[in-house]
């Protein structure tokens, strides 16, 4: 994949790759130098993928490319058809594609001709240009002859070439479809209350459904111009219907794409009902601008913040981070700068030994020094710690659930051997579509995705010592929750009443941990459908009177105690007010 910057949607593709198992080579133009004999260095590759910003660094590295006989997505035909509008209306034109009423004029004064043909108001465009840049609308004869005399001026031929087309009074919006090999993947609208409705120029983008005009018209526009992934723009013609503007040969889609954050969804949930909380600033650099509630709809009128970007965070007293695993890490030093408690729910940060993140995580500590700062989030481990922390790190799902499940044995040293069977919803894989979590793929299963090694066996290890432990991790038919049962044989034979004697002198005073263990009825044990939205920890126990096996269980919601609502517990804890505040919602039955 050529590129001159690594932008959202490089990061994003080459994420997308590497989860498909596609070994993909990030080449910046900026440092190589091409030799027309030197086909043989660049026989590794399978094809060439164009991302770079630059039009004449695409063209030129895309026919090197196609020299060296490798495939190149787009061709540099396409790109130079695309990436010059006189070039793309000539080819829509020969397929007979709708488009705007359109003039090419090379001069002033043929350039005033041209806007008269066409009638106020019009809009003038440079041949080469994106993100509405020179673009200019024309009300009126005057306005008409300031504009062309300053083209005039301007030192590229190609912006002294004038394309003008007519104004197209659309609906404070204009729709973008993303088309590739043939097939159109998504499409959104792109409104504004200004007549250029363009992301660049703070458009807001909303995703809408591929409609079956849209797909075709979008895939025979790409066609026309020979491209195999391109992004067509469409003007809503009161008159005319669905008419193409532009096609765009490297298209940015950030924009495109909405991740809802659950965990970050439920934060601002917890924290909107928090007695002692006021909600300063939600950042989102793919949503600045855009409501809160456009992403977490459960907040709509509750909650009437718009989302900022992360650059203009200012003071405050807390930081709660609800960014993708490995962003966190490398930029610690600037949230601390931001506000005296900082709090990371990704993974950067639960393991107190730098070297475990490579075992664990495949990766080295960007901020090894920080570690030895950080409390872990989990205040029945950690409460006294937790205490004026400047630093808190969040809490693993499986983790806390395996962790309160095993607490009350393990501090007694009576586990000698224990597999841990967990149960999970689809809201554990987080909000961005894969190809695990697809609807057809992901109902009413009962798939196991890890069989030995989860690495949030590390969190429990540090917190509870080493034990002889494993898990097994089943993805199942619901969205929230996780189940964990573990099969315990402990170093001593125990009874029942040795089990209630454990477990309460373990959890009596904990205010978010409940013992589930009645005699008889459908909730003799922990059931995650019972703690849904909660902070609460179910737990139960019972032991086999002829093996001596304990089962030891612990239900919660993965997204609230095992998530948000452990961190606005330590945030409780962390800055003295009552360790319950916000946190007194009590679950929903049924669910």
């Known amino acids: 994949m050529t590129y001159t910057r690594l932008r959202t949607e490089e990061r994003i593709m080459l994420d997308a790759f590497d989860a498909l198992g596609i070994l993909a080579t990030p080449i910046d133009l900026r440092e190589f130098v091409f030799d027309p004999r030197d086909q043989a260095s ?92 020179l673009v200019a609308r024309v009300n009126d004869r005057d306005a008409a002859e300031a504009i062309l005399e300053h083209r005039e001026t301007l030192g590229s031929v190609q912006q002294r070439v004038l394309y003008i087309q007519e104004h197209i009074e659309k609906p404070g919006r204009d729709l973008r479809v993303f088309v590739v090999g043939g097939r159109a993947i998504a499409a959104i609208a792109r409104a504004s209350e200004h007549w250029v409705t363009n ?83 939600v950042t989102s650099r793919k949503l600045s601008g855009q409501p809160v509630h456009r992403s977490h709809p459960n907040m709509r009128g509750y909650l009437d913040t718009v989302y900022s970007l992360p650059e203009d965070v200012e003071g405050c007293d807390v930081i709660i981070l609800c960014m993708p695993h490995g962003k966190a ?57 937790l205490s004026g922390a400047s630093l808190i790190s969040g809490v693993g799902c499986n983790a806390t659930a395996m962790t309160l499940a095993l607490l009350p044995l393990a501090r007694a040293g009576l586990i000698k051997r224990c597999i841990a069977d967990i149960k999970v919803g689809s809201s554990e894989a987080g909000a961005e579509a894969n190809a695990g979590s697809h609807h057809p793929v992901r109902a009413r299963t009962a798939r196991t995705y890890s069989a030995f090694g989860h ?71 922990p059931d995650p459908r019972i703690v849904v939205g909660s902070n609460k920890a179910d737990v139960g126990f019972s032991v086999d009177p002829i093996s001596g096996r304990i089962i030891s269980l612990c239900a919660i919601d993965n997204l609230v105690k095992g998530a948000a609502g452990s961190a606005v517990q330590s945030m409780n804890i962390a800055l003295g007010f009552p360790e319950t505040a916000g946190l007194g919602f009590p679950g929903l039955h049924p669910a």
């Open 42 to 133: 660049w026989s590794r590759f399978d094809a060439v993928l164009d991302r770079s910003l630059s039009l004449t660094n695409s063209i030129t590295s895309i026919r090197m490319f196609e020299h060296y006989g490798l495939p190149c997505y787009n061709s540099s035909n396409a790109i130079q058809t695309c990436s010059d509008k006189l070039l793309t209306t000539l080819a829509l034109e020969h397929n007979e594609i709708p488009t705007p009423n359109t003039r090419i004029a090379l001069t002033a004064r043929s350039g005033f001709e041209a806007i008269e043909q066409i009638g106020y108001p019009a809009v003038i465009k440079p041949t080469v240009g994106s993100w509405g840049r």
């Open 199 to 281: 992301t660049a120029r703070g458009a807001r983008a909303i995703g809408i459904p591929v409609t079956d005009e849209l797909a075709s018209l979008a895939v025979k526009a790409v066609d026309s111009v020979g491209a195999h992934i391109a992004a067509v723009d469409f003007l809503e013609c009161p008159n005319r219907g669905l008419l193409v503007n532009e096609i765009n040969h490297s298209m940015e889609f950030r924009n495109s794409i909405v991740t809802t954050g659950y965990t970050g969804g439920e934060l601002l949930r917890l924290l909107h009902a928090h007695p002692e909380v006021e909600i300063a600033q």
């Open 455 to 525: 690495r949030h066996l590390a969190e429990v290890n540090q917190s509870l010592g080493q034990l002889d432990l494993d898990a097994t991790v089943t993805a199942i038919d619901m969205v929230r929750g996780v189940l964990c049962t573990a099969h315990i044989e402990p170093t001593e034979r125990l009874e029942t009443k040795d089990l209630w004697k454990l477990y309460r002198g373990a959890y009596n005073n904990e205010p978010f941990v409940r013992i589930i263990a009645d005699r008889s009825g459908p909730n003799r044990f």
């Open 329 to 385: 890490s490398s930029d610690i030093e600037h949230w601390r700068s931001k506000a005296p408690l900082v709090i990371d729910l990704s993974a950067d940060f639960r393991l107190r030994d730098p070297q475990n993140y490579q075992q664990w995580y495949g990766e080295e500590h960007p901020s090894p020094q920080a570690l030895s700062e950080v409390v872990y989030g989990l205040p029945e481990i950690t409460r006294d710690q």
